[in-house]
């Protein structure tokens, strides 16, 4: 980070300040949940879990929970980190317009951030799938942790979103959750990869970006489309872009303004300097 990267980005957003904030896994790296990519853009680990292949296969549908239920601690004990805060700050201080993340663990709105539109749903909340019951993630950890005392102190390397990287053994005998009000399959309220976001929510995001005057995007590479089609937007109407993100993004070539630096300390610094 060069050491006017601050004040440039102070004065991006003095500039537009209805700037729509697009936020991705970066951000809450800070916060101790892992992110799924490198500086290189490349994914990490294994494939994630299709949204098609969870609703139609038992046996990925326990290999999710039992995986889910040891990674939770992570992710419930997780807390939003400065940059979290010093967004919510700059909305508060009207010096951005909204928040669009692609984030599912809900730490914008627990920094105080009021309009955040979350993409890709959040992991806090589980629906079934047959009769559209919700519950709270927590509880269905207690319901899971009663039914498979053998997993409730397991540890295992956190991974992205909650999940955790357990052995294979440890899924014979685990009983995932099922709906207390009709036996159904439980999902996590969340966009699994090869879903398509709901239309509503689709109409709402670009409206915000079609109501800003610019893009701030922060910790994401943008290799999802969901994510780079905002940035193809803003470009496509000529509205700028600045990005804070370690490493390559998909869209460079559109960026005007680029900080390869932490979030976390970063936009704080600019709140302070937007605030004097």
Known sequence: MSSDSAPALADFLARHPHTLVLTGAGLSTASGIPD????????????????????????????????????????????????????AALELGQRIGSVLTQNVDGLHQRAGSLSVLELHGNIRTVRCLACDATFSRAFIQTVMSEANPSLVDALAQPAPDGDAHIEPDALEEFHAPFCLHCGGTLTPDVIFFGDNIPAARTIDAVSRMEAADALLVVGSSLMVYSGFRFARMAAASGKPIAAINFGITRADDLIDLKVEASAEIILPRVATLLQE
Do not use: C, K
């Open 36 to 87: 799924y990519r490198g500086p290189d853009g490349v994914r990490r680990g294994r494939a994630p879990i299709q949204g098609p292949e969870f609703r139609r296969s038992t046996a990925v549908q326990q290999r999710y929970w039992a995986r889910s239920m040891v990674g939770w601690a992570t992710m419930s004990q997780a807390r939003p980190n400065p940059g979290h805060v010093a967004l």
